[in-house]
C-alpha cells in the first residue's frame, strides 16, 4: 500500500470536470509539506503537472488545478480532454520515509 | 532546458550489483541549487522514490533500500549514479533520473527512463 491514497480510477466525458483525491496523513500532507502532481502516459516518463500544492509550470494548461486541505489534497482538471486520459499521481514528503508517492489514478476519457 | 539521460545494462542476474548512470546536458550539476535523484517504477505499478544526492555528495536514501544502495555524483562529467546491490526479481522496474528542486521535493525534469530485469 502507499503511503498516499489516490482512488485507482476515475472518468469524465469530454468537456466534464474531474477531480482526484490524494489522501496521507499528519507525517506528510497534514504535517505541513506541500503536495505535487504529475501526469504519465504509458511507456513514458511523469510530467510536472503541480508542484507547491497548486503551482503550474510553465506550459501546463490552466485546466489543471491543484488544492491542499488538511491531511488531503485533490487534483482538478476541467474541459476534460480525449488526450488528458492518463496516470496522474500525488507527490509529498513524510517525516519518516521521506519522498512518498501515492498510487497512481488512471483517468478515462468516456 | 536540462535533459536526463540514463544508461546501463538492462539485464542484472540475481544476487549482483545493479548500476545506472544518469548523464546531464543543458545544465551543469555542479551550479548547485538541485538534487539529483532515482526513482524507479515496478511494471504496471506506481512509483517509488530510490535517492537522491546533492552536487557536494551528501545522499538520502529510501529507508527501505539504503542497506544495498549507494548513489554517487561525478561533476567532472555531469553524471550521477546508482548502484543497488544483491538485486533480487523484486528490483525489476524502469529507474528514472529526475532533477529536484533543493527548496523543495518535487521533481521538474525527469529522463526517459531505463528497464532494467533481474533474471538469471
Known amino acids: 500500500q502507499s503511503v498516499l491514497t489516490q482512488p485507482p480510477s476515475v472518468s469524465g466525458a469530454p468537456g466534464q470536470r474531474v477531480t482526484i483525491s490524494c489522501t496521507g496523513s499528519t507525517s506528510n500532507i497534514g504535517g505541513g509539506y506541500d503536495v505535487h502532481w504529475y501526469q504519465q502516459f504509458p511507456g513514458t516518463a511523469p510530467k510536472l503537472l503541480i508542484h507547491g500544492n497548486s503551482y503550474r509550470p510553465s506550459g501546463v494548461p490552466d485546466r489543471f488545478s491543484g488544492s491542499k486541505s488538511g491531511t488531503s489534497a485533490s487534483l482538478a482538471i476541467t474541459g476534460l480532454q480525449a488526450d488528458d486520459e492518463a496516470y496522474y499521481y500525488c507527490?509529498?514528503?513524510?517525516?519518516?520515509?521521506?519522498?512518498?508517492f501515492g498510487g497512481g489514478t488512471k483517468l478515462t476519457v468516456l | 532546458q536540462v535533459q536526463l539521460q540514463e544508461s546501463g545494462p538492462g539485464q542484472v542476474k540475481p544476487s549482483q550489483t545493479l548500476s545506472l548512470t544518469c548523464s546531464v546536458s543543458g545544465g551543469f550539476i555542479r551550479s548547485g541549487g538541485y538534487h539529483w535523484s532515482w526513482i524507479r517504477q515496478h511494471p504496471g505499478k506506481g512509483l517509488e522514490w530510490v535517492g537522491y544526492?546533492?552536487?557536494?555528495?551528501?545522499?538520502y536514501y529510501n529507508p527501505s533500500l539504503t542497506s544495498r544502495l549507494t548513489i554517487s555524483v561525478d561533476t567532472s562529467k555531469n553524471q550521477f549514479s546508482l548502484r543497488l546491490s544483491s538485486v533480487t526479481a523484486a528490483d525489476t522496474a524502469v529507474y528514472y533520473c529526475?532533477?529536484?528542486?533543493?527548496?523543495?521535493?518535487?521533481?521538474?525534469?525527469w529522463g526517459q527512463g531505463t528497464l532494467v530485469s533481474v533474471s538469471s
Open positions: 544526492i546533492s552536487y557536494s555528495g551528501s545522499t
Open positions: 529526475a532533477r529536484r528542486p533543493s527548496y523543495s521535493y518535487y521533481f521538474d525534469q
Open positions: 507527490q509529498s514528503y513524510d517525516h519518516s520515509l521521506s519522498v512518498v
